[in-house]
Every structure is written in C-alpha cells, then in structure tokens.
C-alpha cells in the first residue's frame, strides 16, 4: 500500500479525508481534540510541499440536508489553525459542495488549508452517492484517508471516492 510519502504531491491539490468527529460540551468547546492531532503530520506535510489542502470530515449526526449550528466545523477550524502554528489562515467553507466551497477551493495558493463544512450535512454522504463524491474528487489531484476512526463507513468521502482517484492517489 503507498503512503503520502510515495506520491509526488508536491503543489498539488489534496483532499484529506479526516476524523474531526470530537467531542464538544455544552456550550460548543471542544473537549478532547486527539482526533484533530492525529491528522497535523498529514497537513504539515502537505503544507510543506506547498499543496492546496482541502480537508472534509463528518461530525455527529445531523439531519442530511438541514444546516445546524450546533454540528459546524467552525469551532475545529479554530482550533486546528492553533494547533498547527501557521500564520496563514485556515479558511472554513460554509458548505461542502457549493457555491462557497468551489469558489474558495479555487481561490487557493499554495500551502493554504481549506476545511469543508460538516459532509453529513449532505444527503449524498451516507448514501455513499457516486455523484456527490465525484464533486469532492473535483476539488483534487489527490485524495489522502486519514480519518482511521471512519474507515470502516462505506460514506461518499472514503469509499465513492476513491473511484475518481488513480489507484494509490
């Protein structure tokens, strides 16, 4: 199996299929942020090589379709731009498929991050939806599963996926 080191991914456009699925208490504060660690090797690498990182993941169970506050990725950007000490921004898509995301995915340079919104706001990630994991595979030259924790989902953005990437991309 090839790793992130055996792809020539330098300035290229990468899709990071994460596990940011923390917890959080009452009042929205994220309590325990291992899941959001786990993947900072990945993005630096990335960010390294000067790549156009785009980074998805699910949180909790919202109801597809429906926008909820209480299940944004909002307070995870926040907290992923500490964690990893770059003094760029982390910008934070208000959707996943549009018309937000594609215009900031396209506005990206080098070595910036870009974090979907929640992807269970999408009624085509659980169904594992070929057509809506074909316009996440849209955003990238590569795609990255790092989300160990949602391997085993047969969602859109770890399984369909993959259909749209040469093998080992």
């Known amino acids: 199996m090839k790793t992130i080191k055996d792809l020539d991914i330098e300035g290229k456009r990468v ?14 504060n994220i309590t325990d ?13 990335c960010i390294d090589r000067d790549c156009k990182i785009i980074l998805a993941s699910h949180y909790e169970r919202p109801e597809p379709g429906k926008y909820e506050e209480k299940y944004s990725l909002v307070p995870v950007a926040k907290r992923l731009h500490t964690l990893l000490k770059i ?4 910008f934070m898509a208000e959707d996943v498929i549009g018309p937000d995301a594609p215009q900031k995915a396209a506005k990206m340079e080098a070595g910036d991050v870009l974090l979907l919104e929640n992807l269970r706001y999408e009624v085509g990630e659980t169904k594992n939806d070929p057509a809506f994991a ?5 955003y990238a ?6 989300a160990f924790g949602a ?8 399984e369909a996926i993959t259909k749209f990437f040469d093998a080992g991309s």
């Open 15 to 28: 899709f990071i299929r994460c596990d940011f699925n923390v917890p959080k208490d009452e009042f929205g």
């Open 33 to 45: 942020d291992r899941r959001i660690r786990s993947a900072l090797q990945t993005i630096r690498y």
């Open 87 to 90: 003094k760029r921004d982390i």
């Open 134 to 138: 074909e316009k996440l595979a849209d």
């Open 141 to 146: 030259d590569f795609y990255i599963n790092d």
């Open 151 to 158: 391997c085993h989902r047969k969602h859109a953005s770890i």
